[in-house]
C-alpha cells in the first residue's frame, strides 16, 4: 500500500478520512483507516503520536464497524468466512473487531506502516485473538499478488488512496475465493463537532474546514501515482469489475454533547491535526478561531465547552464474486 493513504474512517484521524481513518472526510485525510493510515503525500508522520490518535479515532467509531460487519455477516448472501483481509489496517482496530465478528476465520491486517501493524499485533495479543491473527507490509496495488485468496476484502477507506481505483478494486476482487465478499468503506458524511455559530469567530467553521478537506482531497488524489478520475458511484464501480452488488448501508456515530473525556480528546487531536494540514486553506480569521479552540486555558475552547459533539457517518458498499 502506497504510505499516501488510513479513519477511519477507516474515515483520519478522523479521521478521517481519515485516518483514517476512524477517519469521516472532514479529517485533514488522515483516515482512521486506510493503508498506510492516512498520510498526504510528502508529509512526515510522526507514528509515536499518530498510532495512538489513529487507534483512539478507530475506538471511538468500533460501534458502526462491528454493526456494518453484523449487517454483512447476516446477509442471506454472505460467505463462510474463513480468511479476512482488512486493507489499510492502521492500527488493527477493525481487524480485531472482525476476527470477533467472525470468530472462525483467520485475520490477516495489512498496511504499508510497520509501526502501525506492530500495533496491530499488540492489539490482537492483547484481546486474545493473536492465535488467528497475522500481519502483512504491502504497497498496493502493488503487492496485491502477495496477499492471497480470502473470503472477506475489507477495504475500509483506503480505495481512494490508490490512483486507478478500478484496478485497485479489480485486484480485490481477484483475491476473493468464490462467493467471497468486498466490503468497501466509501462515503459517509462530514464529522460535525460545534454548532454552527460557537460564539466566535464568523459561523460556519466547520463547513468552511469542510471546503478545506475537499480541496486538501482533489490535491491528494491529483498527486497518486497512476491518478484516474471515477464517478463515485461506489456500486456501479463494484459491478464494473465484476462484483455483484449487495447493497449499501450507512452507520451513524452519534455521540451528543457532553462528551466522555476520551471523545473530547480526540475531537481536540484531530482538530489540532487539521489546523495543520489545511495550512493556507485557512483564512487568518479561521485559524485565529482555531489556536482558541485549541487552547487549553480558553474558556471558549473545545477542553472546556459543554457544546462539543461527534456526529458522522460511514457508508459500507458490498460486492459479491459469484460462486
Same mark, same amino acid.
Given at each position: 500500500?502506497?504510505?499516501?493513504?488510513? =479513519?477511519?474512517?477507516?474515515?483520519?484521524?478522523?479521521?478521517?478520512?481519515?485516518?483514517?481513518?476512524?477517519?469521516?472526510?472532514?479529517?485533514?485525510?488522515?483516515?482512521?483507516?486506510?493503508? $498506510?493510515?492516512?498520510?498526504?503525500?510528502?508529509?512526515?508522520?510522526?507514528?509515536?503520536?499518530?498510532?495512538?490518535?489513529?487507534?483512539?479515532?478507530?475506538? &471511538?467509531?468500533?460501534?458502526?464497524?462491528?454493526?456494518?460487519?453484523?449487517? +454483512?455477516?447476516?446477509?442471506?448472501?454472505?460467505?463462510?468466512?474463513?480468511?479476512?483481509?482488512?486493507?489499510?489496517?492502521?492500527? $488493527?482496530?477493525?481487524?480485531?473487531?472482525?476476527?470477533?465478528?467472525?470468530?472462525?476465520?483467520?485475520?490477516?491486517?495489512?498496511?504499508?506502516?510497520?509501526? &502501525?501493524?506492530?500495533?496491530?499485533?499488540?492489539?490482537?495479543?492483547?484481546?486474545?485473538?493473536?492465535?488467528?491473527?497475522?500481519?502483512?507490509?504491502?504497497?498496493?496495488?502493488? %503487492?496485491? %499478488?502477495?496477499?492471497?485468496?480470502?473470503? &472477506?476484502?475489507?477495504?475500509?477507506?483506503?480505495? =481512494?488512496? +490508490?490512483?486507478?481505483?478500478?484496478?485497485?478494486?479489480?485486484? !480485490?476482487?481477484?483475491?476473493?475465493?468464490?462467493?467471497?465478499?468486498?466490503?468497501?468503506?466509501?462515503?459517509?458524511?462530514?464529522?460535525?463537532?460545534?454548532?454552527?455559530?460557537?460564539?466566535?469567530?464568523?459561523?460556519?467553521?466547520?463547513?468552511? +474546514?469542510?471546503?478545506?478537506?475537499?480541496?486538501?482531497?482533489?490535491?491528494?488524489?491529483?498527486?497518486?501515482? %497512476?491518478?484516474? #478520475?471515477?464517478?463515485?458511484?461506489?456500486?456501479?464501480?463494484?459491478?464494473?469489475?465484476?462484483?455483484?452488488?449487495?447493497?449499501?448501508?450507512? !452507520?451513524?456515530?452519534?455521540?451528543?454533547?457532553?462528551?466522555?473525556?476520551?471523545?473530547? %480528546?480526540?475531537?481536540?487531536?484531530? +482538530?489540532?491535526?487539521?489546523?495543520?494540514? !489545511?495550512?493556507?486553506?485557512?483564512?487568518?480569521?479561521?485559524?485565529?478561531?482555531?489556536?482558541?479552540?485549541?487552547?487549553?486555558?480558553?474558556?471558549? $475552547?473545545?477542553?472546556?465547552?459543554?457544546?462539543?459533539?461527534?456526529?458522522?457517518?460511514?457508508?459500507?458498499?458490498?460486492?459479491? #464474486?459469484?460462486?
Amino acid at each position: 500500500m502506497n504510505s499516501n493513504a488510513g =479513519h477511519g474512517h477507516h474515515e483520519a484521524p478522523a479521521p478521517t478520512a481519515t485516518a483514517v481513518h476512524p477517519h469521516s472526510h472532514a479529517h485533514a485525510h488522515t483516515p482512521a483507516h486506510g493503508p $498506510g493510515s492516512g498520510a498526504d503525500p510528502g508529509t512526515d508522520i510522526d507514528w509515536d503520536v499518530m498510532g495512538p490518535l489513529l487507534e483512539r479515532d478507530a475506538e &471511538l467509531s468500533s460501534t458502526q464497524y462491528e454493526a456494518a460487519a453484523r449487517w +454483512m455477516a447476516a446477509l442471506p448472501t454472505a460467505p463462510e468466512v474463513r480468511r479476512v483481509l482488512d486493507i489499510g489496517s492502521g492500527p $488493527g482496530v477493525v481487524s480485531c473487531l472482525l476476527a470477533d465478528v467472525f470468530p472462525e476465520a483467520e485475520v490477516v491486517a495489512v498496511d504499508a506502516t510497520p509501526a &502501525l501493524l506492530e500495533r496491530a499485533r499488540n492489539r490482537a495479543r492483547r484481546l486474545g485473538v493473536i492465535e488467528r491473527f497475522d500481519t502483512r507490509e504491502a504497497e498496493l496495488p502493488r %503487492d496485491v %499478488d502477495r496477499l492471497g485468496q480470502a473470503d &472477506l476484502v475489507w477495504a475500509g477507506n483506503s480505495l =481512494h488512496h +490508490m490512483g486507478d481505483q478500478r484496478a485497485a478494486l479489480a485486484s !480485490f476482487a481477484g483475491l476473493l475465493t468464490p462467493g467471497g465478499t468486498v466490503a468497501l468503506v466509501e462515503g459517509g458524511l462530514p464529522t460535525r463537532r460545534l454548532p454552527r455559530d460557537i460564539g466566535i469567530g464568523r459561523p460556519g467553521l466547520e463547513a468552511r +474546514m469542510e471546503a478545506a478537506a475537499a480541496e486538501r482531497f482533489d490535491r491528494m488524489r491529483a498527486e497518486l501515482p %497512476d491518478t484516474k #478520475r471515477e464517478t463515485e458511484d461506489w456500486s456501479a464501480l463494484l459491478a464494473a469489475v465484476g462484483l455483484a452488488p449487495q447493497g449499501t448501508r450507512s !452507520f451513524l456515530l452519534d455521540l451528543p454533547a457532553p462528551l466522555s473525556r476520551a471523545a473530547r %480528546d480526540h475531537v481536540v487531536a484531530s +482538530m489540532a491535526r487539521e489546523r495543520e494540514v !489545511f495550512g493556507e486553506l485557512l483564512t487568518a480569521e479561521d485559524d485565529a478561531v482555531l489556536e482558541r479552540l485549541l487552547d487549553p486555558d480558553d474558556p471558549q $475552547g473545545l477542553h472546556h465547552r459543554p457544546d462539543v459533539y461527534l456526529l458522522t457517518a460511514r457508508t459500507v458498499h458490498l460486492g459479491r #464474486r459469484e460462486a
